[in-house]
Each structure stands twice: as C-alpha cells, then as structure tokens.
C-alpha cells in the first residue's frame, strides 16, 4: 500500500518536472529530483528506495546519520545532501556523511568546512545559500553579499562552489526569487541551481533549477 502511493507520487513529481522543463525548451534529464527525507518513518523511506531513487536531502546532520549511515555501511550507492543550516561545530561530521552541502552562508563555517575536508582527505560539493528574501529568520547570504562571499570561499579556502541555493518567502510568489538567484549564478560562473520544494517546482524548473527539494509531495504530509 505504502509503496504503491509512493510510486504514484514519485511518477507524478518526474512527469511534472519533465513538463516544466520541456515548455522552457530543458531536458527532463537536466533537472536532480532530491526526495526531502527529514522525519519520514522508516517504512516511507524504505518505499521510496524501492522506488529507484538516490538523491535525498536532509536538514539535520545527526538525524541524517541515524537514518544513512548503516545503510552506507551496508554497501548502499546513494547521494545525500545537507538542505538545512549547519553549525560550525558539525562540519567534520557533514564532511564525513554528506556528497553535497547546500547551506554555506558565513565564513566561519567555510573555515571550518575547509579543516574538515583536510583533515578528511576529501571534500563534499558545495552550494552557497542565498537569502533572496532577505528574511531575518533564515539562513543565507544577502544577495549583494553574493558576489564577494563566493570569491572569497574560491580565493581564501580554494573552494570550487558547484552552486547556489535558496528559499523564497513563503507569501510571496517564488519566480522572482528564482530569476535573482539565477542571475548571481550566473555572473559568478556558478553552473547548479538548488531551487523549488513541493509547492513551487515546477515554476524553479522553468527558471532554470537543477535540483529541486521535494518532501510532501513525494511522502506526503508529515505527521
């Protein structure tokens, strides 16, 4: 039954991905569906691996690990990816667990990413997060600081930053949000763009994203 609504859904968000994408002229192909696994039961996810998919995003590194880690440990090939703030004091561990972060927003946490990743011997992909809103409430970087941070994490850690995310405010329409962080993208030679959750998608596709966060409309409603 699980698996059964899991498999809908999943073929429902791909069909409207593949939609949004070919009435912009995009390939179905150039846009990463992330399944947002944080606080699903443990048959849902099961259900949605079953299902195929690869790519997960989770907000919390401590959750992430209780979840994936014996899993990884079992031999299992997936992607995760941190979507939510990290603190500073959990780089080594985020290092450790995940192939992308998506949340770099203040130098002390590139600081403490760049000891994590030598001391490691290996390096996640890194994202910086935009607060295209400006939101006092959230994570990010303020868009007219975009430009300089990112030059910084190149020129002062030797970062190569693969992308940009953000999160638009939730009463206002996301399009303009989503053409702003494009634009900084691409004048700092960023290729990647992490944009749209469950309720705005679609319109991230067509504004270019190349990896959408999807939770609800794949699990459905938490709790």
């Known amino acids: 039954m699980v698996l059964q609504e899991i498999t809908v859904a999943r073929a429902d968000v791909l069909?409207?991905?593949?939609?949004?994408?070919?009435?912009?002229?995009?390939?179905?192909?150039?846009?990463?569906?992330?399944?947002?696994?944080?606080v699903q039961p443990e048959e849902r996810i099961a259900a949605m691996l079953a299902t195929g998919q690869?790519?997960?995003?989770?907000?919390?590194?401590?959750?992430?690990?209780?979840?994936?880690?014996?899993?990884r440990q079992a031999g299992l090939k997936i992607e995760l990816r941190l979507i939510g703030p990290l603190q500073s004091n959990k780089a080594k561990e985020a290092v450790a667990l995940f192939d992308v972060i998506e949340t770099v927003d203040?130098?002390?946490?590139a600081a403490a990413l760049a000891d994590a990743c030598a001391k490691?011997?290996?390096?996640?992909?890194?994202?910086?997060?935009?607060?295209?809103?400006?939101?006092?409430?959230?994570?990010?970087?303020?868009?007219?600081?975009?430009?300089?941070?990112?030059a910084s994490l190149r020129r002062d850690y030797g970062f190569a930053i693969e992308g940009l995310m953000c999160i638009p405010p939730a009463e206002e329409p996301a399009g303009p949000h989503f053409a702003l962080l494009a634009k900084i993208a691409a004048r700092n030679g960023v290729t990647?763009?992490?944009?749209?959750?469950?309720?705005?998608y679609e319109t991230a596709v067509m504004y270019g994203a190349t990896s959408v966060r999807v939770g609800s409309a794949l699990f459905g409603a938490r709790g």
């Not at 995003?57 to 401590?62: A, D, H």
Request: proline share 2%.
């Open 15 to 38: 069909a409207r991905i593949a939609a949004a994408a070919k009435s912009v002229g995009r390939e179905a192909s150039s846009v990463e569906l992330v399944a947002v696994s944080k």
């Open 54 to 71: 690869r790519v997960f995003g989770e907000n919390r590194v401590q959750e992430a690990q209780s979840r994936w880690q014996a899993r």
């Open 106 to 109: 203040r130098m002390k946490l």
């Open 120 to 150: 490691a011997g290996k390096a996640p992909r890194l994202y910086v997060q935009v607060n295209t809103g400006e939101e006092e409430q959230k994570a990010g970087v303020a868009p007219l600081d975009a430009d300089g941070f990112i």
């Open 192 to 200: 990647s763009l992490s944009m749209g959750m469950s309720a705005d």
